[in-house]
C-alpha cells in the first residue's frame, strides 16, 4: 500500500480548510488514523461507538456549519453510521464519511470483516466515491486527488450534505517505527466560488408585480439555521407587505416581532378557518420540515391561490399539497430583495392572526401555570428559564411538540436543534454532544428517557464538554403514546407501544462524572435550576408519572377554546 496517497487525503482535507475528524478506531483504517492524527492543522476526537461518532460529527457541523470529518474502519461499523448519515442527508448537513475497506479482490471471499461497502450508504448521500487502491501511476495519483477536491466540493455544495469516500486498503497500514509522515504541500486542490442564488432584474420585477396582487400573504418557516440577517429581512417584507409569519420552534423565526409561533394551539382544520378569516391568497415558504400537524392539515384544507417555495436547488417537495411555483433562491436573497416597491400594506390579515396568536398564548399561560407538577407545566417553566445566548437541542419525539406548542421567549437569542431530519430517536444525545464540543455557549438538551438511555453512548468518550446540561423527562416510557390518537385506545399500548423501563440516570451520570440532579415536584424543580445552569456539566432527571401526563395533555386539548 503507498501510505503517501493517504497522508494526501488528510493534507487535501486541511486545504480546503476542514479542521475536526471524528473517528472510530479499527486496524483497516489506521493509515487514515495516522494521516489525520499527525496532521498539524487538523484535530481528531476517537469515538469507540460508530453511531454515536456519527452523530456526534453531525452535531460538530450543524454547530459550526462546517464540514466534519468520519472515519471508521471495514465492516459493520460503517453500517452504523448510517442513522447520522441518513439525518445529515435531510437537514442538508455536510459531511466526508471515509470508509477503510479490503481490496475489491477480497470482498465476498469469506475474509473477516468484510462486507459490500462500495455505495453502502445508497439514495442516502450526495455521492459516493472509491478512491484508488494503487496510486503508483502518476495518472492515478492525478486521480485520487481530483477525486477527493471533488467529494468535499460536492459534501459543500448547496443543498450540502453527507459523501462517502470508500478507501480500500492492502497492507502494510503502519510506516516503520520512527518513520516521519511528510504530507504532500503541493497536492492538487480544485476550489469553487459558488454563486449567490439571486434573482435577476426582471425576475424581481414580474415576482413584485405579483405579489401585488395579494392582500393575504402567508410566510411559513421550516427548519433551519440561526440566521440574523434573514430575521432582519422577515422583518421588513412582513412590515411593507402585511404578510404573516408562522414559526416553528426549529425554524429558529421565534424572536421575530409579531411572529405567530403558538399556531400549534388555535390551528385545529376546519373548524379554524369558519369565522377567523386566515387562510391565505399566497403561500410563500422557505426552509426544511416543519413540525406542527395542524398547521399542515390546516393549508391542506384551506389551499392558497399561489404557493411560491424558496429554494435554490429547485427540488420539488409539497407537503401542503399546494405548490405552484419553486423560485431559485435563497430566502435571504428573495426577502431583501422583495421588500421595497409595494403599496401601503393592509393590517386585517395580520390582525386576524395576532387575535389568534394573542388568544393562544393567553390560554397557553393559564393552563401552564397551574401548580400541578407534570411534563407540560414543567417543560414550560423550563423553556421560560433558559439562560440568555444558549443553544438547545429537543429531542425527538414528545419533547420537541411540547416545545412547539410553548414556544420560547422573544429576544433571548436561543438557537434551536433537533433531528428532524429523519425524526429518529437515535442520536439526540449525540447530537448534542457533537454541538457542545463545537462552541463555548451553554448547550441545553431537553429529552425523554428512551431517547436518552437509547443513545447512552454518546457520552462514552474522553471529551465531555463543560458546557453540556441534559434535561430528562423520565416518564418511565414512550409517553407520547399515550398522548396521541389511535395508539391510545389501543388494549397493547403499555407493552407493545410505551415500552416500558425502569431505569433512572443517577448511575449513568456517576459513570461519566456529571452532577445530577433529580426532582419530583415543582419544589424540588425550582431549587436544582438555580444551581443548575452554572453547575458544570449535568443531567437534570424529572420524574413524572405517565398517565398524569396523558391525563393532563387531554385537559390541555378539553378546555382548548379553539378545540373542534
Request: glycine share 6%; charged share 15%; proline share 6%.
Amino acid at each position: 500500500m503507498n501510505l503517501t496517497s493517504v497522508f494526501s487525503i488528510a493534507e487535501i482535507c486541511a486545504q480546503h480548510g476542514i479542521k475536526e475528524v471524528i473517528l472510530s478506531p479499527g486496524s483497516r483504517c489506521a493509515p487514515l488514523t495516522l494521516a489525520f492524527v499527525r496532521h498539524p492543522a487538523i484535530q481528531v476526537r476517537t469515538i469507540s461507538d460508530e453511531r454515536a461518532a456519527a452523530f456526534i460529527a453531525l452535531g460538530m457541523a450543524l454547530t459550526k456549519r462546517q464540514p466534519v470529518v468520519l472515519v471508521c474502519t471495514s465492516g459493520t461499523a460503517t453500517l452504523n453510521f448510517a442513522p447520522a448519515v441518513a439525518e445529515a442527508f435531510y437537514q442538508q448537513v455536510p459531511l466526508l464519511v471515509f470508509t477503510a475497506d479490503r481490496p475489491a479482490e477480497w470482498i465476498d471471499q469469506l475474509d473477516g470483516q468484510t462486507i459490500r461497502q462500495e455505495n453502502v450508504y445508497g439514495a442516502h448521500v450526495k455521492q459516493s466515491f472509491s478512491f484508488p487502491v494503487d496510486t503508483q501511476h502518476p495518472d492515478v495519483e492525478w486521480f485520487a486527488e481530483r477525486l477527493l477536491s471533488e467529494a468535499i466540493l460536492a459534501a459543500q455544495a448547496y443543498p450540502a450534505g453527507p459523501v462517502q469516500i470508500n478507501v480500500p486498503l492492502r497492507e502494510p497500514f503502519y510506516p516503520p517505527p520512527g518513520e516521519e509522515i511528510k504530507f504532500k504541500k503541493n497536492a492538487k486542490v480544485i476550489r469553487e466560488i459558488a454563486s449567490s442564488f439571486s434573482l435577476t432584474e426582471n425576475q424581481s420585477l414580474e415576482l413584485q408585480q405579483n405579489l401585488k396582487k395579494f392582500s393575504r400573504i402567508l410566510l411559513v418557516a421550516g427548519q433551519q439555521a440561526w440566521q440574523p440577517e434573514l430575521q432582519a429581512a422577515l422583518q421588513t417584507f412582513a412590515q411593507q407587505t402585511g404578510a404573516v409569519i408562522v414559526a416553528d420552534v426549529i425554524s429558529n423565526q421565534q424572536s421575530l416581532p409579531g411572529v405567530i409561533n403558538h399556531h400549534d394551539v388555535f390551528l385545529n382544520g376546519k373548524a379554524t378557518a369558519n369565522g377567523t378569516g386566515l387562510q391565505p391568497d399566497l403561500l410563500i415558504t422557505f426552509g426544511l420540515s416543519n413540525i406542527s400537524k395542524n398547521l399542515k392539515l390546516f393549508l391542506r384544507a384551506f389551499s392558497p391561490q399561489q404557493h411560491w417555495h424558496l429554494q435554490p436547488a429547485g427540488k420539488v417537495a409539497d407537503p401542503f399539497q399546494s405548490l405552484t411555483q419553486i423560485i431559485r433562491v435563497t430566502p435571504f436573497n428573495f426577502f431583501s430583495g422583495m421588500a421595497s416597491g409595494h403599496d401601503a400594506p393592509h393590517p386585517t390579515y395580520q390582525q386576524q392572526w395576532a387575535t389568534q396568536e394573542t388568544a393562544a398564548k393567553n390560554y397557553l399561560n393559564q393552563f401552564l401555570n397551574q401548580e400541578i407538577f407534570n411534563e407540560f407545566t414543567v417543560f414550560k417553566r423550563m423553556l421560560d428559564q433558559l439562560p440568555l445566548n444558549c443553544l438547545l437541542h429537543v429531542a425527538n419525539s414528545m419533547a420537541v411538540r411540547y416545545a412547539n406548542i410553548i414556544g420560547l421567549e422573544p429576544n433571548k437569542n436561543i438557537e434551536v436543534f433537533a433531528n428532524r431530519g429523519t425524526s429518529g430517536i437515535d442520536g439526540c444525545t449525540s447530537t448534542t454532544v457533537g454541538s457542545a464540543l463545537s462552541t463555548n455557549k451553554l448547550t441545553v438538551l431537553i429529552t425523554g428517557d428512551l431517547a436518552f438511555f437509547y443513545d447512552r453512548n454518546g457520552l462514552w468518550h474522553n471529551y465531555l464538554p463543560t458546557n453540556l446540561r441534559i434535561i430528562i423527562l423520565n416518564n418511565h416510557a414512550g409517553g407520547i403514546f399515550r398522548l396521541i390518537d389511535g395508539s391510545k385506545q389501543q388494549p397493547e399500548l403499555a407493552e407493545f407501544f410505551e415500552t416500558h423501563q425502569p431505569l433512572e440516570a443517577k448511575l449513568t451520570a456517576q459513570e461519566f462524572n456529571l452532577a445530577y440532579y433529580r426532582c419530583e415536584n415543582l419544589q424540588q424543580l425550582a431549587t436544582s435550576l438555580t444551581t443548575f445552569w452554572t453547575g458544570g456539566p449535568g443531567i437534570l432527571e424529572i420524574c413524572t408519572q405517565s398517565l398524569e401526563n396523558a391525563a393532563f395533555f387531554e385537559l390541555y386539548r378539553k378546555q382548548s377554546p379553539f378545540k373542534k
